[in-house]
């Protein structure tokens, strides 16, 4: 039960605020939408009704600046389903967007928001590495890594019992937190009372497990070591090539090995693809993206990047959703049956070295 608020003017005496509740379910959307810190304190870009097919609309979708992805649906007490479906609808949710691929993500973002997703989030949060963004939120969507949150303005202890109980039998990848929105506004003043629930039992856990964990050279080359030989040889080569080209390598967070190179591209550094040891295969990213958003660079660079590719006739298959109109892609290539054919590897970075010497 929310504790009554009282107010009064100096000199006068309490009584109670002239508004007490939420108009709708529309209003505390919009409250969280607005000021998405409230979270967690740290800065979200957010976009609202995110169709998820099958499923519908999420209230609102947040990703922060490292790719973490936050979903939330927005209930009012006297709506009936604040008791068990609103758990349900985010579930179900989750489960929709768990290993949806980037594009469709950004996509669907783009439909939402009218800004691509990298320029919103480094908007939004400060964030100037657009594949650091990019390279979070794929691994959030490979590994299902969400922090799901249900905003009230006034939460049950049925909904409190039910959070505690998702926190303890969930994996780290899951976070699920109760937000309680207590509003109330006097005349020109409004005043908004927070509460998280939560976030102490999720906490313990993301720090009892290692599926959060940062990779690094050692860890990475490790990874390498025990691919099976084909795989092995076409990693070490694009590693090479990093190490005797690229400006620096960036090393992923997440239970799925990933890195990326850094090259210098028309005085511009700029990652061109990233590794990722994945369990079902070893793929290669081309950043096609990457090169559009990347200042001084744009279309002109990442039409260079998808034009080379696709005269390599192994790759181009993977470049199939590609087009000159939707260049914000980084196209994924499998390693097993077509980086590893013969002289195909050597075509790839025959294309990453047109684009870094060349760039548009």
Partial sequence: ????????????????????????????????????????????????????????????????????????????????????????????????????????????????????????????????????????????????????????????????????????????????????????KQSDTEILIPRTYGDSLAEVKRKSSPTGRKWSAESFAAEVAALPAPEKQVVEKLMAHGAAHGVRPWWGVGQVPGMSWYYRVSGTTVSLFQIYLRPTGTVVAASIGGLKSAAGLGDAAAVRMLDGLRDVAQIAPSLDHVTADSLNKYPSIPVVGVLDQPGVIEAFLGVIDDVRDNGT
């Fill in 1 to 184: 039960m929310a504790l009554p608020i009282l107010v009064r003017a100096l000199g006068g005496g309490w009584q109670e605020p002239e508004v007490t509740a939420y108009e709708n379910e529309a209003a505390l959307q919009e409250l969280v939408k607005e000021s998405p810190d409230l979270l967690s304190g740290e800065a979200l870009a957010t976009v609202d009704e995110f169709w998820v097919p099958g499923i519908g609309s999420i209230d609102l979708v947040g990703v922060a600046a490292d790719g973490a992805i936050t979903l939330i649906e927005c209930k009012l007490r006297a709506n009936p389903q604040i008791r068990r479906e609103v758990v349900g609808q985010i579930l179900a949710y989750a489960g929709g967007i768990w290993q949806m691929s980037y594009d469709e993500f950004a996509a669907t973002w783009e439909a939402r928001s009218g800004r691509s997703l990298l320029d919103h989030v480094r908007d939004k949060t400060g964030a100037e590495d657009a594949e650091a963004i990019r390279a979070g939120v794929v691994d959030s969507l490979a590994r299902g890594v969400f922090t799901l949150v249900i905003a009230v303005d006034e939460i049950t202890d049925e909904l409190k019992r039910i959070i505690e109980f998702l926190n303890t039998v969930t994996t780290d990848s899951v976070t699920v937190l109760g937000l309680e929105l207590q509003y109330v």
